[in-house]
């Protein structure tokens, strides 16, 4: 069983960032494509992002185009969420996963964006 875990979130202001690393200890990590998911109060699971094996291609939810970059460090088995412009519907808790359904995820780190 892959282990995934989060961490980073917190609470930051409007427009304030955060970088969310992701640890994969003991897995095969650069042989997987993988996501970043979230899951808002009250609502369902939202794909955020994807990223290669190599790290060479990315893709992003219209939502957090342009505010989010995803990135990799396959020598460390670690996945980064860097997350700049926050906006008040940023706020969820926050999971890396190995598919783009979040069916496969870590325990999630809590992010709010509020003043």
């Known amino acids: 069983e892959v282990q995934l875990v989060e961490s980073g979130g917190g609470l930051v202001q409007p427009g304030g960032s955060l970088r969310l690393p992701c640890a994969v200890p003991?897995?095969?990590?650069?042989?997987?494509?993988m996501n970043w998911v979230r899951q808002a109060p009250g609502k369902g699971t939202e794909w955020v992002s994807t990223i290669s094996r190599s790290g060479g291609r990315t893709n992003y939810a219209d939502s957090v185009k342009g505010r989010f970059t995803v990135s990799r460090d396959n020598t460390k088995n670690t996945l980064y969420l860097q997350m700049n412009s926050l906006k008040p519907e940023d706020t969820a808790v926050y999971y890396c996963?190995?598919?783009?359904?979040?069916?496969?995820r870590g325990q999630g780190t809590q992010v709010t964006v509020s003043s």
């Open positions: 996963a190995t598919d783009s359904n979040g069916a496969q």
């Open positions: 003991g897995f095969a990590f650069g042989s997987y494509v």
